[in-house]
Structure formats: C-alpha cells, structure tokens
C-alpha cells in the first residue's frame, strides 16, 4: 500500500482542519492507520490510530475530545478532523500503515506517506 496525505494549511487557534490520507492497493482494508506528528525539534509522536475495519480507534491524551479519525474503505481514504485546534498542534503530519493494530510507536512503522503542514497561529 502506498500513501498520500492531504490537507494541511493554516488556520487560527480555535479553527479547524481536515486532514486525508489516501491510500492505494487492494487490500486498504486491512491496514491499521495511523496518524503523527512532528513539531520542529521534537521526535515524532502519535496523534490517533484507526483498526482496519475502522471499530477501533485510538487516541493521544492531547487530542482526545478534540480530534475525531475515521475510514472509508472505498474509497481507500482516512480522514482525520481536528477541531479546536491549538498552537501547539502545529506540527507536520504524517499518515503510516501497519497491518497490526495495537502499536501506536513511530518505529513501529515502515508504510509512510508524505507529510503534510499544519500552522496554528494563536
């Protein structure tokens, strides 16, 4: 599988933002998704994690309540909304494949797509 993210941008802390991460292959469906993020001079940390069939979700402490991960399995895309956004989840984001759900660390990870900028200015 290969993946494509998609809709960063910059918006105004309390705003909000779609991001997608598309994805190709036949067999999208069973691939756990995961979302990170890098802020400039941190390691990268996980944000969400959705199961292949979509009925398990998981989120990071700092974005639970906040922002809501979702799948389509067609058309092979993941979505991850972000409301009340905030300066400090300004970072890049990065869409990543497994085929095992339950690891929620970056090096777990060996499917990446691109990342794509979010700016939350305050």
């Known amino acids: 599988v290969q993946l494509q993210a998609s809709g960063g941008g910059s918006v105004q802390a309390g705003g909000s933002l779609r991001l997608s991460c598309a994805a190709s292959g036949r067999t999208f469906s069973t691939y756990t998704i995961t979302w990170f993020r890098q802020a400039p001079g941190n390691e990268r940390e996980f944000v969400a994690a959705?199961?292949?069939?979509?009925?398990?979700?998981h989120y990071a402490d700092s974005v639970k309540g906040r922002f809501t991960i979702s799948r389509d399995n067609a058309p092979n895309t993941v979505s991850l909304r972000m409301n009340s956004l905030k300066p400090e989840d300004t970072a890049i984001y990065y869409c990543?494949?497994?085929?095992?759900?339950?690891?929620?660390?970056?090096?777990?990870?060996?499917?990446w797509g691109q990342g794509t900028l979010v700016t939350v200015s305050s």
């Open positions: 990543a494949a497994r085929t095992i759900y339950g690891s929620f660390n970056a090096a777990s990870y060996t499917i």
């Open positions: 959705i199961s292949g069939s979509g009925s398990l979700t």
